[in-house]
């Protein structure tokens, strides 16, 4: 046989064999790929892609193109799609335990929040999404949340009264929002620009990182700094896909999460120190409140969660320093 057939027989068989020990997965965001969750995904596939050496390549996908928070996190669990970051938004209802994260006013600050979630409660936390079909790999963040409208001012809690107001699908939201008499419209984050354009609800909120990636400003007047709830995120794998790993690039992965996490961070933080600037430049009002006010008006449900989730479970978040 001729030398040269040969060679290039190999090398084709070569080309074959490295197309095939190539995988490639996809992780997911519902909001722009210029944003602090846009950083989160795509320092997460350069880390998985620099650690392994190109054998895994990770595809990133934005904008809610694979489906809203809810769809992506139902599609990393049945493994249809391997990966996504995702806020805890609609994560209670895969792991309830989640749940007492979202209580309103519970952290005193972003510095405060990253501390429990990487100390010993975030990763005890971590543990509980196993046993549902995932791999959680890292806290990352969505952000503290503020308040929009296009209706009015909102100064005090009063304010909120009868203001029809996209919520995201948190049980613990939207107890608290009606507790301040909004009226809430749970709805996926895709959905959330159009319905406030067309005025199928007066507001929204969200961190102001989400605010400007999403471009609220063009279909909100007001934002009130209210600060109510800090917003974790979470890098989510489909536990047999992780599984299937080889214990390295395990190693790789939550390194890889870490990092990613790290980053995103830094861009909330960024996005927090110039974003009400910003969005007072192109038009919005933006409202200091005294946060006080809303903390009072939040008490008699407050003592509703500290009836579900416990007392001492709640202080022991608290305690934190």
Request: positive net charge.
């Amino acid at each position: 046989m001729n030398f040269k057939i040969v060679v290039a027989a190999l090398a084709t068989l070569g080309l074959i064999a490295a197309a095939h020990s190539q995988s490639a997965m996809r992780i997911s965001i519902s909001v722009a790929q210029n944003s602090h969750q846009g950083v989160g995904i795509d320092t997460f596939a350069k880390e998985v892609e620099t650690r392994t050496k190109g054998r895994i390549k990770v595809q990133s996908f934005y904008s809610g193109s694979l489906g809203g928070e809810r769809e992506s996190i139902e599609a990393v669990q049945l493994g249809t799609q391997e990966l996504t970051l995702t806020s805890t938004g609609p994560v209670p209802n895969f792991v309830p335990e989640a749940r007492i994260l979202d209580v309103p006013f519970l952290f005193r600050d972003k510095a405060h929040a990253r501390m429990v979630l990487d100390g010993p409660i975030g990763q005890e936390m971590l543990a509980k999404f196993e046993p549902k079909g995932f791999k959680a790999l890292a806290w990352a963040e969505n952000g503290i949340r503020h308040m929009t409208n296009s209706k009015r001012a909102v100064n005090a809690p009063e304010d909120l009264k009868g203001l029809k107001m996209r919520t995201m699908e948190n049980p613990v939201h939207i107890a608290a929002y009606k507790g301040f008499g909004i009226v809430t419209t749970p709805m996926a984050f895709p959905e959330v620009f159009t319905a406030l354009q067309q005025g199928t609800v007066d507001g929204q909120e969200n961190p102001l990182s989400v605010i400007m990636a999403a471009k609220f400003d063009q279909v909100q007047k007001h934002l009130s700094l209210t600060g109510h709830v800090y917003s974790p995120a979470i890098f989510l794998m489909n536990k047999a896909a992780f599984d299937k790993l080889s214990a390295e690039d395990k190693t790789h992965f939550l390194e890889a999460a870490r990092v990613a996490a790290k980053a995103n961070r830094a861009r909330v933080d960024e996005d927090d120190a110039k974003g009400a600037a910003e969005l007072k430049a192109k038009g919005m009002q933006v409202i200091e409140v005294d946060k006080s006010k809303f903390v009072a008006a939040l008490a008699p449900v407050n003592a509703e969660f500290e009836k579900q989730f416990g007392k001492a479970n709640l202080d022991r978040i608290r305690a934190v320093k």
